[in-house]
């Protein structure tokens, strides 16, 4: 999906990816993370990337199917059929503890296989982590957004970006778009964005950037 603009340069277009494609977006998932500081704290090996990014397209098969059982959208970027870009969006609502426990029971054998059990424990304590350092006000909270590396420079990931931000400015109860990234150079990219670094944590001992762009009015 692209628009075009007055000079004839493609841009991407972003919007929903369907329950259809989480397979395809799990892997794109898995490899521009591959990388990531934080990924290598909750999942340590194998270090080999060939080998590591199937064990994180099976964490991020599972974190969508969650994502779905709890009826928060995932966003992406589509090209010629196929997923360049996705992210992991998080509203306001949120499902109850009793019905995060079941589906969370559920999905244990696929997340032991992809982390292992070490990996369990960490992912909940990484959770319950992030779950306290939220902002308190209500806002979008953009819990995961990777670009397939052949795309990425593509403007793919900006793409969602804008769009989560047109979605805040239509809801005067947010805040604004919240996330946090364990990169710094990503710093700087959301920083021209219009995010803002709000405070620093280090879920798992990673130092992680906590960032939030305010929303737009009028």
Do not use: K
Not at 23 to 30: E, G, W, Y
């Amino acid at each position: 999906m692209t628009r075009m603009t007055n000079d004839a340069q493609a841009w991407p277009r972003a919007g929903l990816v369907f329950a259809e494609h989480y397979a395809d977006a799990a892997l794109v998932l898995s490899r521009a993370f591959v990388d990531d500081p934080l990924l290598n704290a909750l999942v340590p090996e194998p270090r080999e990337p060939s080998a590591r990014s199937p064990r994180l397209a099976g964490l991020f098969e599972v974190v969508l199917r969650l994502q779905r059982g709890d009826g928060q959208p995932v966003f992406g970027v589509i090209e010629d059929g196929r997923v360049v870009a996705a992210a992991v969006v998080e509203g306001t609502a949120h499902a109850s503890n009793g019905a995060v426990v079941a589906r969370g029971l559920l999905s244990l054998p696929a997340l032991v296989r992809a982390v292992g059990w070490g990996g369990v424990r960490r992912s909940i304590r990484l959770m319950d982590d992030l779950a306290r350092n939220r902002p308190a006000r209500p806002h979008l909270y953009l819990n995961i957004l990777g670009v397939e590396p052949a795309f990425q420079g593509r403007h793919c990931g900006v793409a969602i970006l804008d769009h989560l931000r047109e979605i805040v400015a239509m809801r005067t109860d947010m805040q604004g778009v919240y996330l946090e990234t364990a990169t710094e150079a990503n710093v700087a990219y959301y920083s021209r964005h219009g995010y803002e670094v709000i405070g620093e944590f280090h879920p798992l001992g990673v130092r992680m950037w906590r960032m939030l762009q305010p929303r737009r009015r009028g």
